[in-house]
């Protein structure tokens, strides 16, 4: 019996949703019909996903914002809950990577966790209280956060942060009806990667590590969130899904 995901009445604010992974699941969600709040901090390129859910017959809420400074991940929250009518899903995939040498020196951790671990569990304490019960929270983590990789300590040691944070919070917020999951992609093309990408020889470093034999995409990605916020996935919590063509397994 074929399975289809409905998501009509969610309302989900997705945040890192002006590029690669974030606005693809945006644009899903929007597709299996949830209204959809997008939180960014680039003005133009939050205007194209809206205008890619737009070309679907639906509308969504753009919100601008630095997540980063100490009110914004407050004021998303806030403005998702008063344009959308309430939450019922919180999707963090607003994330930074820039590989460095661990001898680069703590600057280097102190961006990566500004955006990979505060701003995702600011907007998680913000929203949490407006999805009890029935809501979920899906965190973007990395393959990062399961393996070690060179020049990546600091990028890793966020994605690692995540991965706990996921098991803690879903754990402590089991009792009030709402589920915690993460995605954790291997290395898929986005605009954060390009330069990464436009090397041959980084292609080809990467192809050999992945069993499947070809780098991910955003759209490799973006079906499992809407798997992991819908009531399909209601007995799922505490758990981070690998999509890394086996990179991990390997």
């Not at 991965?163 to 919070?169: A, G, Q, Y």
């Amino acid at each position: 019996m074929p399975v289809s995901i409905d998501l009509t009445g969610k309302k989900a604010l997705v945040t890192g949703a002006s590029s690669g992974i974030g606005a693809e699941i945006a644009v899903a969600l929007a597709q299996a019909g949830a209204a959809v709040a997008l939180g960014g901090r680039d003005a133009d390129r939050l205007r194209t996903t809206a205008n890619r859910i737009r070309a679907l017959g639906t509308d969504c809420v753009q919100i601008i914002a630095d997540l980063t400074t100490p009110d914004g991940p407050s004021d998303v929250v806030n403005a998702a809950l008063a344009q959308l009518g309430g939450l019922t899903t919180l999707v963090n995939a607003v994330g930074v990577f820039e590989p460095n040498p661990f001898t680069e020196g703590v600057e280097v951790l102190d961006r990566h966790w500004a955006s990979n671990v505060r701003a995702p569990y600011a907007l998680a304490c913000a929203a949490v209280e407006h999805l009890r019960p029935g809501g979920s929270v899906l965190f973007i983590s990395s393959i990062g956060g399961h393996v070690g990789f060179p020049g990546c300590a600091a990028y890793g040691a966020t994605k690692g942060a995540i991965e706990l944070l996921v098991r803690s919070l879903a754990v402590e917020e089991a009792p009030n009806g709402v589920r915690v999951n993460a995605i954790a992609p291997g290395n898929v093309r986005t605009p954060m990667n390009q330069d990464l990408f436009a090397d041959p020889e980084y292609e080809a470093q990467e192809l050999a590590l992945t069993p499947l034999g070809r780098i991910g995409e955003v759209t490799d990605i973006a079906p499992a969130a809407v798997f992991l916020v819908s009531d399909s996935a209601s007995y799922i919590t505490g758990t981070s899904l690998v999509i890394d063509g086996g990179v991990v397994a390997g």
